[in-house]
């Protein structure tokens, strides 16, 4: 079994290859090249990355899963490593695992690339299982809230940390096509909904609109950065953990920003091409790299499309 098709590690920090279209692509007569190289498939009209392919989105379509078993979901860049570290934490007794990673212990269904599992290996694994998706509701993991008995979190960030988070992380990638646009083409294509994972309003406000099922768990990133302790709070008994005071303050030093980017099991150093996956962290950083009109602009669009929507975030 090859790197890029390697089953959960039982030791090490083992490497992951450089996407390639020939080893995760699946197909590449539905692989389009955009503007500055950009590189993607459409499935069921949504742009998506290359390595979400037919094969492996109908996998994460039909997944059996349990009760106990939790989803996060975000659009890119939203916080949901964070997350996931958070949930991992929380389930499995404030016990990092030492010979293993943060992403080898998740099952993103949906991906041909990282750490990738077949059906059979998810289902023989035991509860809770930790699942990760960055689909829109209408695609999401087992049908979604609607039709599976999974707990799923679904975690937002404001809109314009995501667009400049999401423009250093797709700049020069093997599975973006190595685009090469500037940040006035990726401004103008977010807001077009014309990036990997489609419109970001579309994506947040489907899983928002359906915030009152008792098996989703709506979260924003900024709240979490602001109330660590109420919202890993909120977040425990909605997985029907207690957690002591000294289990949350070892969960925070655990997961803060500065840890996690220096700590193996959770930096994604292993992976090719994620070298530089935690940038900032901040709220309101997007204040370097926006122009004053470039910001008007952006909220100019987003006062338009949440328009009559309950949803508010914080910018700065």
Avoid at 81 to 92: F, G, Q, R, S, V
Avoid at 198 to 221: I, K, M, T
Avoid at 235 to 255: F, H
Wanted: hydrophobic share 35%.
């Amino acid at each position: 079994m090859n790197q890029e098709h390697q089953a959960v590690p039982t030791g090490g920090q083992p490497q992951i290859g450089e996407y390639r279209d020939d080893l995760h692509a699946e197909t590449l007569e539905d692989i389009q090249i955009g503007e500055y190289g950009y590189k993607f498939r459409t499935l069921e009209g949504l742009m998506l990355p290359p390595y979400v392919t037919p094969s492996r989105y109908q996998v994460s379509r039909t997944i059996a899963t349990r009760p106990d078993d939790v989803c996060y979901c975000s659009f890119p860049k939203s916080g949901s490593t964070w997350l996931a570290n958070i949930l991992y934490l929380i389930l499995n007794d404030d016990l990092a695992a030492e010979d293993r990673t943060l992403r080898s212990c998740l099952h993103w269904m949906e991906s041909s690339w990282t750490y990738p599992r077949s059906r059979e290996e998810v289902e023989a694994l035991p509860s809770p299982r930790i699942f990760k998706s960055h689909m829109p509701y209408r695609m999401a993991l087992a049908g979604g809230p609607e039709s599976s008995p999974c707990k799923y979190i679904y975690i937002a960030r404001n809109p314009k940390d995501v667009c400049v988070s999401y423009f250093h992380f797709e700049s020069g990638k093997a599975w973006s096509g190595k685009y090469h646009g500037t940040w006035e083409h990726w401004l103008r294509i977010f807001l077009e909904g014309q990036v990997q994972r489609g419109n970001w309003f579309d994506h947040v406000l489907s899983w928002w609109e359906h915030r009152q099922a008792e098996n989703l768990l709506f979260l924003r990133y900024e709240d979490l950065k602001r109330d660590f302790e109420g919202q890993l709070g909120l977040i425990a008994q909605y997985l029907g953990r207690e957690l002591s005071d000294e289990v949350v303050a070892r969960i925070k030093n655990a997961t803060s920003f500065a840890r996690m980017k220096a700590t193996p099991f959770s930096n994604h150093t292993q992976i090719s091409d994620f070298e530089g996956f935690f940038r900032k962290g901040e709220i309101g950083s997007w204040k370097d790299q926006f122009t004053v009109a470039q910001s008007e602009e952006f909220d100019r669009h987003f006062q338009e499309r949440m328009e009559g929507k309950s949803l508010r975030f914080a910018f700065e």
